[in-house]
């Protein structure tokens, strides 16, 4: 599976320092590969049964053990198993880079259970990801969407069938987030016609994030929906959500991405500004240094920051210092250094224009 690390600020830079984080990125389909057996039903019931140890990536951390009482509709992988299943489970306490690792099953909840065998039993072929969300009510037929047969599309289809056929928002928005921007493009006949679900529309939230996974998929038609969730101030579309449309943005054209990001650099939210600053350096193209350099003057330090760091991926000056060890002093060297550069910039220009 791949990875995501959150990025390391500085403290001498005046900017909060974030915790470091390694998380594996949900991979429905690695799930599936590496799963001897996945079932579909609702767990009924889990019960802690005791401390004990799990080994995870050669190493032994301290965990618990769990018994969980499914009841199983359907078998989308291995053999077949009988309408009452008991699985007995372990989860460590922390990974290999002391993250927690909080895989496990809940009581009453609609579930597929990706599982592999060991010598004893079975266990969860993730402890990141042992389940996925599910719903007992296919809703694919009534939308003419057809993913396929295999046991990807399978469970995929089930993940999906939440979005129209649970009314739990929450499950709504892990089963999205389950969904992997790289691989899970099949998806998106069933996204499309999940906009015009009532619910989705109701939720400026959700339904922007939906149209993020359209746009990373070039589905330029969920533009305009994209521009009113980042733009219009009556969607309330959160500072979060505006980030992941940027993002898909970025993955755009450069003639589409670098005007809608340039201008986003304007919105009210600190984090959508961060963002558009930061996915600007994304579009490789030296259009958008104009947009960047007229953000120097954001009053947020974060904003500050991510101008100045896409400005240096973009024209690939990376080797200038500071003139003091001082903070304050330090990033007003940094600005000194990017006010130089713009200056040099225009005079090239109107060199340029003589």
């Known amino acids: 599976m791949t990875f995501f690390r959150l990025i390391l600020v500085a403290s001498t830079l005046g900017i909060g320092v974030l915790c470091a984080e390694i998380i594996p990125v949900a991979s429905i389909r690695d799930l599936v590969n590496s799963a001897d057996l996945i079932v579909v039903g609702r767990v009924e019931r889990v019960e802690k049964t005791g401390q004990g140890s799990k080994e995870l990536q050669g190493r032994t951390y301290p965990g618990k053990s ?54 004893t039993g079975y266990e969860f072929v993730s402890p990141y990801y042992p389940s996925l ?10 939308w003419h969407v057809d993913l396929g047969d295999d046991a990807y599309h399978r469970v995929l289809q089930r993940v999906l069938d939440v979005l129209c056929a649970s009314s739990d928002t929450n499950e709504k928005k892990l089963a999205l987030w389950a969904l992997n921007w790289d691989e899970d493009s099949s998806a998106a006949p069933f996204l499309k016609a999940a906009l015009a679900h009532p619910e989705i529309r109701a939720d400026p939230v959700l339904s922007s994030d939906l149209v993020s996974y359209l746009l990373r998929w070039k589905d330029l038609s969920v533009l305009p929906l994209a521009e009113n969730a980042i733009f219009q101030p009556s969607q309330h579309t959160d500072g979060n959500s505006k980030s992941n449309l940027l993002l898909a943005i970025s993955k755009l054209n450069p003639e589409l991405s670098v005007p809608l990001l340039t201008r986003a650099l304007k919105l009210p939210e600190p984090e959508a500004r961060i963002a558009a600053a930061r996915f600007l350096q994304y579009t490789e193209s030296e259009t958008a240094l104009d947009g960047l350099l007229s953000a120097l003057d954001d009053p947020n330090r974060e904003v500050q920051f991510a101008v100045m760091q896409s400005l240096g991926n973009l024209t690939e000056q990376y080797q200038w210092r500071p003139s003091s060890t001082e903070p304050d002093a330090f990033w007003f060297s940094c600005i000194q250094h990017w006010r130089e550069f713009e200056a040099a910039r225009k005079a090239a220009v109107r060199e340029q224009k003589l």
């Open 66 to 119: 769990f018994l969980a009482e499914l009841r199983v509709d359907e078998t989308i992988k291995g053999e077949p198993l009988p309408a009452a299943f008991t699985l007995h489970y372990s989860t460590p306490s922390t990974d290999a880079v002391g993250n927690v690792a909080e895989g496990g099953l809940a009581s009453n909840t609609y579930r597929v259970v990706l599982l592999k065998k060991t010598d």
């Open 133 to 142: 969300p599910a719903c007992p009510k296919s809703c694919a037929t009534d």
